[in-house]
Nanobody, 121 residues
Framework: QVQLVESGGGLVQAGGSLRLSCAASGIIFSINAMGWYRQTPGKQRELVAA???????NYADSVKGRFTISRDNAKNTVNLQMNSLKPEDTAVYYCAADIVLVRGWVPSDYWGQGTQVTVSS
């Protein structure tokens, strides 16, 4: 079974930094895109950042210039470096990955359990 495990969430003051990590484990043939989403009680889940297997990235406008997504294809991990954090960044952050379990099979989306990021003002 595929499992995405997130780490690095926590409480930080405004202006501080956190680094989120996500590792995919299990029987995996390949991983296409990986990314981070976030959700707060008052908002719908939104894409924070995504990265393809080739290294192309996409960021939400609200985090552009502050967050950096990266991945290690060999380790099936994705990271999110979050700098200059703001209170509005407070949310549950979810790791997501588009994974091919077996060669030739159709990719499927997998999600982590989420990790809480709280930014105090």
């Amino acid at each position: 079974q595929v499992q995405l495990v997130e780490s690095g969430g926590g409480l930080v003051q405004a202006g501080g930094s956190l680094r989120l990590s996500c590792a995919a484990s299990g029987i995996i043939f390949s991983i296409n895109a990986m990314g981070w989403y976030r959700q707060t009680p008052g908002k719908q889940r939104e894409l924070v950042a995504a990265i393809t297997s080739g290294g192309s990235t996409n960021y939400a406008d609200s985090v552009k210039g502050r967050f950096t997504i990266s991945r290690d294809n060999a380790k099936n991990t994705v990271n999110l470096q979050m700098n200059s954090l703001k209170p509005e960044d407070t949310a549950v952050y979810y790791c997501a990955a588009d994974i091919v379990l077996v060669r030739g099979w159709v990719p499927s989306d997998y999600w982590g359990q989420g990790t809480q990021v709280t930014v105090s003002s």
